[in-house]
């Protein structure tokens, strides 16, 4: 049987970080395998996973199987607005000038992610007020089950409340009935009901 352990992220290895963009894509349609839905292999991650550790490698880690090869992760800002903001400034810039060069198909999956790369949404600041961090977390499913998905997730959840952070939020797909109730589970709460998912959130600290 296969021993999991959780440690921080090597942001300093491409390798390392190349692993956490397969594991976006591996679970890139609502926890499944999107490989299939995508020619470009890298443009999930861009979006989803990549500026996390470059920007906040302390708030990011992975779950990583018995030869230290990353299986899941969880990867969060402290201020989502700040966030935001260095992503407008240094991360968006160079992959809209990358991705506009670039023609993928009208109706294809690509299309839709540079849709979204080219008109990012900020976080909303009535939102941001109550639950400022937020995160990501993806497992691949030989490694979900067994308590791992609530032991990555609460050592960043862990890792928000040492820094003081008030609370987090983190959105989700409404076709991804088994995170919505693993979420509810561990202890968030429906924030927001949007056409695609949820936002959920958690308070951390009393005001």
Same mark, same amino acid.
């Given at each position: ?28 349609? !609502?926890?499944?395998?999107? !490989?299939?839905?995508?020619?470009d292999p890298r443009l999930i991650g861009?979006?989803? $996973? ?30 989502? $607005? #700040? ?6 400034? /240094? ?9 506009? #060069? ?13 849709? /979204? ?5 900020? /976080? ?8 400022? #961090? ?8 030989? #490694? ?9 997730l609460f050592t960043l959840i862990d ?29 968030l709460e429906v924030v927001v009901d ?14």
């Amino acid at each position: 049987m296969t021993s999991y352990s959780i440690r921080k992220v090597n942001a300093d290895n491409p390798a390392e970080i190349d692993r956490l963009y397969e594991i976006c894509l591996l679970t890139g349609d !609502s926890g499944k395998d999107a !490989s299939d839905l995508y020619t470009d292999p890298r443009l999930i991650g861009e979006l989803y $996973v990549g500026a996390y550790p470059t920007y906040h490698p302390e708030f990011c880690f992975v779950l990583v199987d018995e030869n230290d090869v990353p299986v899941g992760y969880t990867v969060g800002v402290p201020d989502s $607005v #700040a966030f935001d903001a260095q992503l407008d400034a /240094t991360w968006w810039p160079p992959l809209r000038e990358k991705y506009s #060069a670039v023609q993928f198909p009208a109706d294809s999956k690509d299309a839709g992610l540079v849709q /979204t790369l080219m008109n990012w949404g900020h /976080t909303n600041t009535d939102l941001a007020a109550e639950y400022p #961090a937020h995160l990501h977390i993806d497992i691949l499913p030989e #490694a979900q089950g067994g308590g791992n998905g609530k032991k990555l997730l609460f050592t960043l959840i862990d890792a928000f409340r040492d820094a003081g952070i008030k609370g987090f939020h983190l959105g989700v797909g409404g076709a991804n009935e088994n995170a919505i109730g693993f979420y509810q589970h561990v202890g968030l709460e429906v924030v927001v009901d949007h056409e695609w998912g949820k936002t959920m959130g958690m308070h951390l600290t009393k005001d």
